[in-house]
T-cell receptor, first 113, second 113 residues
Framework: DGGITQSPKYLFRKEGQNVTLSCEQNLNHDAMYWYRQDPGQGLRLIYYSQIVNDFQKGDIAEGYSVSREKKESFPLTVTSAQKNPTAFYLC????????????FGNGTRLTVT | DAKTTQPNSMESNEEEPVHLPCNHSTISGTDYIHWYRQLPSQGPEYVIHGLTSNVNNRMASLAIAEDRKSSTLILHRATLRDAAVYYCILRDEISSNTGKLIFGQGTTLQVKP
């Protein structure tokens, strides 16, 4: 079955460490997105990529970095510069055509202590 | 970006219809109305979208007001599995940020047996 996979489901890190969240899709989608969700809140866009080797900052990119070397993969690195990294991180992809729906992974819950 | 307003929460009884409202008074002519829902600890799931005409699919119906300043997502027979947060989102396909969605806080739907 085609889908979008995020791993791991839960991740624990010490403050000051960088951590990379994985996102892989086998839907042949061009566009991929990273969102952050805090408890009781909606989703906020961190980074997005509409094509391989290109990506754009979203609304809250500070303290995060991404790469898009392959169409299938869009990893997110949470750096030590991110002041409040503990959150639920969601990756999504879409075909990039008008009104194509976003397909979301089931998220990675990151806890930094 | 145009914004949407939804009630924070709603309740429904199982097997009864549910009408989830959304106000978007500043909608532009090129904005499509999209609905997603998010079950606990999962990524959002696409439900339906429309521009001007009412839309139906296997999950729900979307009723759009004639002036497009409001819309209603209709679940015809609520089940316990429909308990989720429902997001109403405006999506502009013409802008350079195609595909960039803005998620608000949504409506938390509780379904009582």
């Amino acid at each position: 079955d085609g889908g979008i996979t995020q791993s791991p489901k839960y991740l624990f890190r010490k403050e000051g460490q960088n951590v990379t969240l994985s996102c892989e899709q086998n839907l042949n989608h061009d566009a991929m997105y990273w969102y952050r969700q805090d408890p009781g809140q909606g989703l906020r866009l961190i980074y997005y990529s509409q094509i391989v080797n290109d990506f754009q900052k979203g609304d809250i990119a500070e303290g995060y970095s991404v790469s898009r070397e392959k169409k299938e993969s869009f990893p997110l690195t949470v750096t030590s510069a991110q002041k409040n990294p503990t959150a639920f991180y969601l990756c999504a992809s879409e075909r990039g055509l008008p009104n194509s729906p976003l397909h979301f992974g089931n998220g990675t819950r990151l806890t930094v202590t | 970006d145009a914004k949407t307003t939804q009630p924070n929460s709603m309740e429904s009884n199982e097997e009864e219809p549910v009408h989830l409202p959304c106000n978007h008074s500043t909608i532009s002519g090129t904005d499509y109305i999209h609905w997603y829902r998010q079950l606990p600890s999962q990524g959002p799931e696409y439900v339906i979208h429309g521009l001007t005409s009412n839309v139906n699919n296997r999950m729900a119906s979307l009723a759009i007001a004639e002036d497009r300043k409001s819309s209603t997502l209709i679940l015809h027979r609520a089940t316990l599995r429909d308990a989720a947060v429902y997001y109403c989102i405006l999506r502009d396909e013409i802008s350079s940020n195609t595909g960039k969605l803005i998620f608000g806080q949504g409506t938390t739907l509780q379904v009582k047996p």
